[in-house]
Structures are given as C-alpha cells and as structure tokens.
C-alpha cells in the first residue's frame, strides 16, 4: 500500500508510452499501471498493426503514422495533461517501489530516472544492469529503460522533449544535465532483455555502443535509426 504522500503525488503525473506492435507488452504495463487510478495514461501507437487501442478503455490512445520513440513520446507529451511526464516502455516491469518512489520524489526534484533490473537470469545480464546504472549516475546520463520522468517546466526550460527517432533519451539527458542532475532511485524497473536474447547480448551492446559514438560525433538521428532497425 502507497504511504499519502506518494499517493498525493500520483494526481500530478502523467505516464506516457510509445509503442509499436507490443500488444502483449502493452497489457502486461497497463495492468499494472491501473491499479493506481490516479495516474493519467497516455499511450503512443507509431502505426502498429495489433490493435493496441483494444486492450484499455482507461488509457488515452493516440495514433501516429511515424514511428519513432522519440517523436511519439514528444507527441504523447503535448497531450498530457498533468505537470509530471513519467516514461515507459511497453516492456516495462513496474512494481510498487517504483510507483511509491515517484510518488514521493517529484516533491523534492525536477526530474530522474530508476536503477534498471534486467528480467533475465544470465551473469551477463547483471553486468549490463550494474554498468548501465553505475554509468548514469557518473555521467548524468540515462537510458529509456530506466523510466526517466521529467516536471513539465524543466523540459519547456530545454524546449521540449527532443522530436527525434533515435538517442532521444541521450540527448534529453545531455540538456537537462545542464539544468540539473537527475535523482536516481534505487527503486529498480524492471526492464526487458528481448533486444538482447533476440541480436545476441555481446552484439547488440557493442551495436548500441557504436551508435552511441556515432552520435557523439555528430551523426544524424534519422540515419542511426534507419540503420539500427535494418539490422533488427
């Protein structure tokens, strides 16, 4: 059960999902995420073709013919209605921490991001997770599976959630640094290895890695995802 101050704090968040064909994903998340009637949901739908609007009555469905998580998160923002943007994945695990942990935090800071927890059981898995957040919290920089949430002010400060199809969660991060460190909670999100088991877990971090460098030195975003989505 939710302590009040967390529970105050869900009416000022909005959870914003882009998705594209993860209808089972999709239920799973919103099951979970409809156990707290406080929270507004907005999901993003990038074109897919498994119906994902049939699943939930509760949550707000909005419809785009451009896929692209970064654009369908920046869209799902403008619709949102609360002062707080939570994002998630549609392969998220949210438990109870995490949802009393936001609760509680967005009283005291401008925006954050959750400690990851891979849902599979190999070694490798919880090097990456370890690696993944001793990383963001050295360098202020955060992944999209560690549900990073934002005030809506900050990210006016910044001009808007980045309208990009690909590292939309690096270059969110690199502005907002600027503003203010992100609070990281030890509360850990559940976040799928499907990326991983499907492209091989050695494969896909050093892929990952090099498009991370790529951008850094100035590749396009819209290349980057044209090129990573060929290879999926």
Same mark, same amino acid.
């Given at each position: 059960m939710l302590s009040e101050r967390a529970q105050a704090g869900l009416s000022k968040i909005a959870v914003v999902i882009p998705v594209l064909n993860d209808r089972d994903h999709l239920r799973r998340l919103l099951t979970t995420l409809e156990r707290h009637p406080d929270l507004e949901l907005v999901v993003v739908d990038g074109g897919s073709s498994d119906n994902p609007q049939e699943i939930s009555s509760r949550a707000t469905f909005i419809q785009t013919t451009k896929p692209g998580r970064g654009r369908q998160v920046a869209l799902g923002i403008k619709q949102a209605t609360r002062e707080w943007i939570w994002v998630l994945h549609a392969d998220s695990f949210v438990h109870e921490e995490n949802v009393e942990s936001i609760g509680t935090a967005i009283s005291q800071v401008r925006w954050g991001r959750f400690d990851v927890s891979l849902d599979g059981s190999r070694w490798e898995f919880r090097m990456i997770e370890t690696l993944m957040?001793?990383?963001?919290?050295?360098?202020?920089?955060?992944?999209?599976?560690?549900?990073? !949430?934002?005030?809506?002010?900050?990210?006016?400060?910044?001009?808007? !959630?980045?309208?990009?199809?690909?590292? &939309?969660? %690096? &270059? %969110?991060?690199? +502005?907002?640094?600027?503003?203010?460190?992100?609070?990281?909670?030890?509360? +850990?999100?559940?976040?799928?290895?499907?990326?991983? &088991?499907?492209?091989?877990? !050695?494969?896909? %971090?050093? +892929?990952?890695?090099?498009?991370?460098?790529? #951008? #850094?030195?100035g590749a396009s975003p819209d290349v980057l995802y044209s090129e990573y989505y060929r290879h999926r």
């Open positions: 957040n001793w990383r963001s919290r050295f360098t202020s920089i955060c992944t999209g599976d560690q549900g990073m !949430f934002f005030h809506q002010d900050i990210l006016k400060q910044i001009g808007g !959630f980045p309208d990009q199809p690909l590292m &939309e969660d %690096v &270059e %969110v991060s690199k +502005r907002l640094r600027k503003l203010a460190k992100p609070y990281c909670s030890n509360s +850990r999100l559940g976040a799928s290895t499907r990326k991983w &088991e499907a492209d091989g877990t !050695f494969r896909t %971090v050093l +892929r990952m890695w090099r498009y991370r460098i790529r #951008y #850094y030195f």
